[in-house]
């Protein structure tokens, strides 16, 4: 028989699996302080903090918002190190962000050495229906999650660096420890959701370096994400929030190693639709 922590995990990931509008599971979206407030804080922005403008050599650099616009929350109930970003890029990028990644990255497969659960070559309307995910960086076995150290070709996009300076840079005024909030991104997922897709409980451990933070950008549609404790023993509540397009969410700390999940995906508001994928998570960790 399952113990009691798989039990509330598995019983917890149905629930939102089955969540709609009318049904009464709490549901923490950012937008809304008396929604958040008895999980997440919002922390102040520090005044002397530079916007994104400053970054050299970042092509993607005007994307962004600028700095000062930029609203972070912080988890205050479960693990430390738990952020999230709300609507980095500005409302019309947002669109282009998700095109790069559902249609441009597939094609630029040879020069970024991609991987894919699908042909990248000669991809149509019909093969690209079922494109689910694609990893670039060092590649991690699917099946074992092992990381091919021996790895030739290490290529990552280059809005991807962009990203993860940004970032980190911002990070940096927020949390004092620097090793935990600069990602030097090594490997990444991209996951391509449908309206059925969801994604179980897991944790990401297969890097050597659980001392860096992990990146995580939401495109398009929103979705359910619950978090919780590193082990499904743990006596840390199961928090579920709402991930908005263009939302970072940052894994550091005591949070890197927690167990979290995407029960759900919710129809989109704003983003042209594109086929049948309607969210894009674009993942990114550091190896070593
Ligand atoms: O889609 C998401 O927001 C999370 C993706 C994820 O957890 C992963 O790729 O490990």
């Known amino acids: 028989m399952a113990d009691s922590g798989e039990e509330i995990y598995k019983t917890t990931f149905k629930l939102y699996r089955n969540w709609s509008p009318k049904s009464d599971l709490p549901l923490i ?9 008895n999980f997440f804080q919002q922390l102040e922005q520090s005044s002397d903090i530079s916007s994104p403008s400053v970054v050299a050599n970042c092509e993607t650099f005007t994307h962004f918002k600028p700095f000062d616009q930029w609203k972070i929350y912080k988890l205050i109930k479960g693990l430390d190190g738990f952020f999230i970003i709300t609507g980095i890029l500005k409302e019309n990028f947002r669109q282009d962000w998700f095109d790069y990644f559902h249609d441009q990255l597939p094609s630029y497969h040879e020069e970024l050495n991609l ?37 030739k070709t290490v290529r990552i996009p280059d809005r991807i660096n962009d990203l993860c300076r940004i970032v980190s840079m911002f990070m940096n005024f927020h949390i004092s420890s620097s090793s935990s909030s600069t ?14 897709s969801s994604l179980c409980f897991h944790t990401d451990h297969s890097e050597l370096n659980h001392h860096a933070p992990l990146f995580s950008l939401s495109l398009g549609s929103s979705a359910i994400f619950l978090i919780g404790g590193q082990t499904k023993q743990s006596s840390q509540p199961i928090v579920p929030v709402l991930l908005n397009d263009s939302d970072l969410v940052i894994m550091s700390n005591e949070s890197r190693l927690a167990l979290h999940s995407v029960p759900k995906i919710l ?12 969210r894009v998570n674009v993942n990114i960790r550091q190896v070593f």
């Open 115 to 151: 991987k894919s659960n699908i042909s990248l070559n000669d991809l149509n309307e019909k093969s690209k229906s079922k494109l689910r995910w694609i990893t670039f960086g060092y590649h991690h076995d699917w099946n074992s999650k092992v990381y091919d150290l021996n790895q």
């Open 29 to 37: 979206d950012l937008r809304y302080a008396e929604n958040y407030e």
């Open 267 to 278: 129809p989109s508001e704003t983003l042209v639709k594109n086929g049948n994928i309607l």
């Open 183 to 196: 990602l030097k991104p090594e490997a990444g997922i991209v996951n391509y959701y449908t309206q059925n």
